[in-house]
Structure formats: C-alpha cells, structure tokens
C-alpha cells in the first residue's frame, strides 16, 4: 500500500542546477511532511519539513512547495552541488496517530561537475 | 543531538538462523522504530513501539518479532533468516508531539546465505 509516490527514481542534475523532486499522497489525514537525505552508508537524515497550513518553505538552497489541493508536494535543490549527492526521501505523517512516517520510494540524486 | 547506535553496521547470517539486531537510543525517546530498507521499494516498516513493553506491527512484520524491555533499547529479531530477509535494516527514535521526526540510526546491512 503505497501511500506516498516519489518520483523521479533518479535524477541526474549539473552543478549549479535545480533539482526537483516531486511527492504526491493519498492520506489526507497527515499534517507533517518531512524529507529525509540519506547519504551511503548513513542513515536518513531530516532535511526539512512543512506543514499543510504554509504553501512552501526554504532553507537556504533548499525549497518545498506544498499543494494541499493537487496533495502534492515537492523539494527543489537550487544551485546543487556535488555534495548534494544523495538519496531523498519524502514522506508523510499523521501526528494524531501513531506517529508513524509512511515513505516515499526515494530518488537518487547524482550532481555532476 | 540525539544518537541512536546500532549495534552492528554489517552482518552475515545463516538461513534458519535467530538473528538479533539491536538498537539503543540515547534521548530518552519513547517511540522506536524498525524499517527495512530495499532499492525500489523505499523505507517499510516492520514493528514500532510506543513505549516500554509495547509494541505493535508495522507494514510487513512477517517473519520478526522485537523486545522492548528497557526504553532506551529496541531489538528486532529475525526468528529463522532467510534469504528474501537480506536488506537494510534501519532504527529511528521519536519522541511524542506534532511536528517532529525520526532520528535514524546508520543502519545494519544484513545478508543471509
């Protein structure tokens, strides 16, 4: 039961592009979306997160654009770097449950010179 | 910052044997949790626990159990590995309220032979 889709599985953006991740979800019991960059053999880190009252949220060069209508959301990366390099995850969270995240399938970043 | 240690980051198991993957957080948190980790399918859920003692099955807890006897320790047990359970094995820790996500371990890549 997939209840977050991720899309692209792979992306593959030059240094100084934007990178674009897209998310859609099906519970519109959740209230908090948190993305995750995993880098490898580390675990998921959180990245950033927004609630479905704000429409996007930025964090130096990182964005999210939430569309509460569409239930989608996605992460933009401007400028990226090859330290970008990851993988990203999004995800979902109803925090009047059982606090349980329901992930994305994940994208794989690569940022080339 | 939050650490949660796994205990082990690589392992190489026999089929049929009872494999113990162990998980200590240092936070005082009283939501742990186990994914697994595969290409393609994201972050599943195997068991969560809201606090000592309690636990309760994720998305796919086929084939595991866990114990959580202390709070700042959650185990995931394999009962009899097999070969379809050679993944990436993550533990993260929560604490209760809105707004709030995971802290992840580095996780234990496990393989069955």
């Known amino acids: 039961q997939q209840q977050v889709k991720q899309s692209p599985q792979s992306l593959i953006v030059q240094k100084g592009g934007i990178s674009i991740i897209n998310c859609a979800y099906e519970?519109?019991?959740?209230?908090?979306f948190p993305w995750y960059q995993q880098f490898p053999g580390k675990g998921p880190a959180l990245l950033i997160a927004?609630?479905?009252?704000?429409s996007e949220k930025k964090e130096g060069r990182f964005t999210i654009s939430f569309n509460k209508s569409a239930k989608q959301f996605s992460l933009h990366i401007m400028d990226s770097q090859p330290g970008d390099s990851a993988t990203y995850f999004c995800a979902g969270l109803n925090t009047g449950t059982a606090s349980k995240l329901t992930f994305g399938t994940g994208t794989r970043l690569q940022v080339t010179l | 910052d939050v650490k949660v240690t796994q205990s082990s980051r690589y392992l190489v198991k026999r089929t049929g044997e009872k494999v113990f993957l162990e998980c200590v957080q240092d936070?005082?948190?009283?939501?742990m949790f186990w994914y697994r980790q595969d290409p393609g399918l994201g972050l599943r859920l195997i068991y969560f626990s809201y606090d000592v003692k309690m636990k309760e099955k994720g998305d796919i807890p086929e084939g595991y159990s866990v114990s959580r006897e202390k709070k700042e320790r959650f185990s995931l047990i394999l009962e009899s590995a097999s070969t379809n359970q050679t993944s990436m094995y993550l533990c993260?820790?929560?604490?209760?309220?809105?707004?709030?996500?995971?802290?992840f371990g580095s996780g234990t890549r496990l393989t069955v032979v």
């Open positions: 927004i609630r479905p009252d704000v």
């Open positions: 936070m005082d948190h009283e939501n």
């Open positions: 519970n519109t019991a959740f209230d908090y």
């Open positions: 993260a820790s929560r604490t209760p309220g809105q707004y709030r996500g995971y802290t």
